[in-house]
């Protein structure tokens, strides 16, 4: 199929008609790389930045390339086409006792979308990124042809496609490495904790006796509430789950006509749900309930209306965490904004290339999309820069070049890595062209 169709980000900020081809083989696919000048590859289309599309650039759609390859039953390893679920690569390897323990919030998001974010899960502490996981795989490039990438082989373009968001070429096939499955449930409990820095606190305490970790907290509230939430610490056990596989309930990219979250809908609803967690503790949740918080509640995402949301994601050193809350709580303040979202995990690694990876906190928050929002991200750019935090390319379609460069240790290194391998730019997308390499 070759058309010109509408593409957006996923939180509906940024929008272009262009061109788009899905090939059916991989014949076609290598035919359709070589004739277009600048391509780009799109899985489920469900990241927030601009990362799958662009002025002048053919999106090449890889979901009809969703065959698992092989299955080491010695090793556990699994090799898969890019267009592979993550959901369903979950349900095949948990028929084997096995699982990966680096999966995204939603099941069909593919396995080519997580290593061009080098995407994390709940509790990246404890799983680390989706790269932690990767083996090897095979890339196409129009200038190169296909290379076997691994930590042996074409080690510099291994890291580089990892978090380089599609600009390296097209992936055909990875392996990745799975671990034995731990139990058949997942038992939840949520602790409550009065404060942001609390939840911290407790996040720390708790690392080492948990199998994930992470929080939710209202960031509408304020002074010695600002923050209050509570932190869920999640265990595998074998155990009947109380809470079954979620199915979805609309298309996760649809949109109401209206708006819902304005300022009182969202007091009501966190309240509400603040409530009724602590009231249904603990529970016991099915592998894939526990694997994809976002499954099944799209209704959140649709009750932003056509405008569509924003968030915001950084993870911030553990040493400047205390400041950068009295920070966040006064630029909330100011911004006079519904915070529908906010988020902490613990994360550990070091950052490389444009990868979100760095010991510290990270801070989820989501705020509709508006001119107040763009204020409220703008302070919050200055917050990153200011507390030494990083940023993450996949959940911001309005990240600039001076931002990037100034908050990712190795942004020149990238930049310059990227342009002597794909010297002649075959690959573009409008997030390249706003972050400048």
């Not at 976002?294 to 040493?319: H, M, N, T």
């Not at 909330?332 to 906010?342: D, H, Q, S, Y």
């Not at 911001?396 to 930049?415: G, K, N």
Request: aromatic share 10%; proline share 4%.
């Amino acid at each position: 199929m070759n058309n010109a169709i509408s593409l957006s980000s996923f939180d509906a900020t940024e929008r272009i008609s262009t061109r788009a081809l899905r090939p059916e083989t991989y014949r076609h696919l290598l035919e359709h790389v070589s004739t277009e000048k600048v391509a780009i590859a799109r899985g489920a289309g469900l990241s927030y930045s601009a990362a799958s599309f662009g002025s002048g650039v053919v999106s090449i759609d890889v979901t009809r390339f969703d065959r698992i390859l092989s299955y080491d039953k010695a090793t556990g390893s699994v090799e898969v086409e890019p267009g592979v679920r993550v959901g369903r690569l979950m349900e095949f390897l948990a028929q084997r006792g096995r699982y990966l323990p680096a999966l995204p919030g939603y099941p069909t998001i593919t396995v080519g979308g997580c290593i061009g974010f080098d995407i994390h899960g709940k509790s990246q502490f404890h799983s680390g990124n989706f790269g932690r996981w990767l083996q090897e795989f095979e890339l196409h490039h129009k200038d190169h042809g296909r290379l076997t990438c691994s930590q042996t082989r074409e080690a510099e373009l291994f890291q580089l496609t990892q978090g380089g968001a599609g600009l390296t070429g097209i992936i055909t096939k990875a392996k990745l490495r799975t671990l034995p499955l731990p139990g058949t449930a997942v038992e939840v409990q949520a602790l409550p904790v009065k404060d942001l820095r609390e939840a911290a606190d407790v996040l720390r305490a708790q690392a080492n006796d948990a199998d994930c970790l992470y929080s939710w907290n209202d960031l509408n509230l304020r002074g010695t509430r600002f923050g209050r939430g509570l932190v869920f610490s999640e265990r595998f056990v074998d155990a009947q789950p109380q809470q079954q596989a979620p199915r979805a309930t609309l298309d996760l990219r649809a949109r109401l006509p209206f708006r819902v979250w304005n300022g009182a809908a969202t007091t009501a609803a966190l309240a509400a749900f603040y409530h009724m967690q602590l009231r249904s503790q603990p529970q016991l949740l099915s592998l894939e309930a526990a694997a994809f918080p976002i499954y099944g509640k799209e209704y959140y995402y649709a009750a932003f209306g056509r405008s569509g949301f924003r968030e915001y994601q950084l993870i911030v050193p553990f040493e400047h965490w205390s400041g950068f809350i009295t920070s966040l709580e006064q630029q909330i303040e100011r911004a006079r904004i519904p915070v529908t979202l906010g988020s902490l995990k613990l994360f550990h690694g070091e950052s490389e290339n444009l990868r979100f990876c760095m010991d510290g906190i990270c801070l989820a928050l989501d705020v509709p999309a508006s001119r107040r929002a763009s204020a409220l991200f703008e302070e919050l750019d200055k917050l990153a820069i200011q507390f030494g935090a990083l940023v993450n390319l996949s959940k911001d379609s309005r990240l600039t070049a001076e931002l990037c460069q100034q908050v990712f240790p190795e942004y020149d290194s990238f930049r310059v890595a990227l342009a002597r391998f794909d010297a002649k730019r075959r690959y573009q997308s409008r997030l390249r062209t706003q972050v400048g390499v």
